[in-house]
Structures are given as C-alpha cells and as structure tokens.
C-alpha cells in the first residue's frame, strides 16, 4: 500500500472549514483514499474514502486532485468535537486481509 | 456503521499476571479482526490479525507467545497478555472487518487501556 504524508499538526476556528491536506504521490491505479479519525482516548472512526471522484458524506467531504497524487478532507464547519487525529491512509480495499496500517496523522486543533 | 465492542474499556493488574481483552463485533460477522497498541502520543501499530477458526499471523517484532490470540467464532477474538509487566501497559485496540465489506471494511472498538503495576 502506498505511503501518505500529513502535515503533523493544525489550528482552525470554530465553525470554519476544516481543509486537511494528504500526499500520496505513489498511489496506484486501484488504492483507495481512507480518512479516519481518533478522538483522545478512543478507537479510530471511518469517516469517508474515495477512488477518485470527490465524495460527500454527512461529516465531511473528499477532494482528490486529477492524477491522484494528493487529497484534501473538508470538514466544512468545524466544531470542537473535532478536534482529533486525523489518518489518510491508501489502500486497495481486502488487500491484505482489510488491515490498516495508521501513519502519524494530522492533529487537528479547533479553537473557539 | 457496523458496532464493534471491547471489554473491559480500562483494566489494571499486577505484573506477572495474565491479562484478556475481548472484542465482538455487535451486528455483523466478522471472519477477520486485528489488534492494534498504541502507546501516549504515537499511532497505532497492528500487532497481528485474527482469523476465524485458524492461528494469526503475527506483525515482525510481535511476540505471539505473549498476545495470545483467539478467533474462536465470527463475532469474537480475545487478545491475552501473558505475564504482564509495566512495559506493556498502552492502548489496545481491536478493529473488525465485515465478510462482505468493501470499502467501509474496518470498524473499531472503543479501545482498552491496559495498566500494569
């Protein structure tokens, strides 16, 4: 599975967008983007994931550039529930079983 | 999205001694579940996967004679720390993937904070 890279931390106020880069420069043609995210002292939560096309759920949106090689996830106002680690991940889905392998993510700071 | 539940959410207990996490999923099956550490302020690190009905398949540095693991049925795997010292006190975390998933395949447990004094 391809290897991500996520700024290590960031600040944003509440209820403002919430835009969290991810590099995947090597991805392949059949790796998924997964976002999850880990409040403190809890297990991670699935959030969204894509292919290629942008996608759009109830918590959050998906950008994924033309050739794949990076993605943003949108959080589009930001509450201070949100406030956790946030893990993009690529990955073909089954691939190996279906297991995760977390990189050190993003800490995503939102301050009243 | 599918429910995966960890018992108990917290355990201390003195070094020397055995120590088993529970992890179920809650409202679907499960032929594949994996175990994750996670010490303060790091990522989480899979330590191996569960497979039902066979042995599972331990990640490199992992003891497997120390996290005994145990698939016993599509809704069940049991982690035991063997011989606990403070050094495995950390988070441990199960997450379980759905037969027919794709995609949202991995959900997670809530975690246990192992403490051993």
């Known amino acids: 599975d391809a290897k991500t890279t996520q700024p290590p931390s960031m600040d944003c106020a509440e209820g403002r967008a919430a835009n969290l880069p991810c590099n995947h420069s090597t991805i392949s043609g059949n790796e998924y983007v997964y976002w999850y995210r880990q409040i403190h002292s809890q297990g991670p939560q699935y959030i969204i994931h894509?292919?290629?096309n942008n996608e759009t759920n109830e918590m959050a949106s998906l950008i994924i550039t033309e050739d794949r090689k990076s993605s943003t996830l949108i959080l589009p106002h930001a509450t201070l529930r949100d406030t956790a680690v946030y893990y993009c991940i690529v990955r073909v889905p089954g691939n190996q079983g279906g297991k995760l392998i977390f990189g050190q993510g993003t800490e995503l700071s939102v301050k009243p | 999205g599918a429910v995966v539940s960890q018992h108990p959410s917290w355990v201390i207990c003195k070094s020397g001694t055995s120590v088993k996490i529970e992890c179920r999923s809650l409202?679907?099956?499960?032929?594949?579940m994996f175990w994750y550490r996670q010490f303060p302020k790091q990522s989480l690190m899979l330590m191996a996967t569960s497979n039902e009905g066979s042995k599972a398949t331990y990640e490199q540095g992992v003891e497997k004679d120390k996290f005994l693991i145990n698939h016993a049925s599509l809704t069940l795997s049991t982690l035991t720390v063997t011989s606990a010292h403070p050094e495995d006190s950390s988070f441990y975390i199960c997450?379980?993937?759905?037969?027919?998933?794709?995609?949202?395949?991995?959900?997670f447990g809530q975690g246990t904070r192992l403490t051993v004094v």
């Open positions: 409202d679907f099956q499960a032929t594949t």
């Open positions: 997450s379980a993937r759905e037969i027919r998933g794709r995609g949202t395949e991995a959900f």
């Open positions: 894509g292919l290629k």
